[in-house]
């Protein structure tokens, strides 16, 4: 498998999607918790146009109109990004395609470990087809039992492998 680089750029770029995902400011603004999976989706999907229009004004310094186009064309949402493994369709939430850059964005919310691993296993599908992958994990146990644990050093070490080793940046909240 060949990984793209990881250039300081396109790190750049990768964080100014991480931040329109997980920064505290959206969680002070979203109920997670009670909301659908569907009703997170509709929300993640304005904030980041939202966010990848400011970017285009500001950091590229394209006109409002040129902005507006750049992200419309380099977001894909639709349902037809299929990725058959083993029999299985995985279709990630979003594709940002940008800079020449593809970007697979896989949002999962859950309470239990099967929840988790799913997500990952099918970061890592994503992470053989797309350049990069931003796994978004929204942790709705009671006792916030797997973000509580992201702190250990077998948890630590298999994040940064899934960023090593397969282009995989996990966020958790």
């Known amino acids: ?10 790190v750049e770029f990768l964080e100014v999607l991480a931040k329109a995902l997980s920064s505290e400011e959206v969680f002070e603004h979203i109920d997670y918790e009670s909301m659908t999976h569907h009703q997170c989706k509709k929300f993640f999907k304005e904030r980041l146009k939202e966010y990848l229009t400011q970017y285009a004004l500001e950091d590229l310094e394209l006109e409002e109109d040129k902005a507006n186009e750049l992200v ?7 349902e037809e990004n299929n990725i058959m493994f083993m029999g299985t369709k995985n279709d990630p939430f979003l594709i940002v395609d940008m800079h020449g850059v593809k970007i697979a964005i896989e949002l999962k919310k859950g309470k239990r470990g099967i929840d988790l691993k799913d997500g990952i296993a099918q970061s890592m599908i994503y992470s053989t087809y797309y350049d990069f992958v931003l796994f978004l994990f929204m942790d709705v146990s009671e006792e916030k039992r797997i973000v509580n644990a992201q702190g250990g050093v077998n948890e630590k070490s298999l994040v940064s492998e899934l960023w090593k080793q397969w282009n995989i940046k996990f966020m958790i909240k």
Not at 1 to 10: G, I, L, T, V
Not at 72 to 78: N, P, Q, T, V, W
């Open 1 to 10: 498998m060949k990984q793209a680089s990881k250039s300081q750029k396109r």
């Open 72 to 78: 419309e064309s380099s977001l894909d949402f639709s």
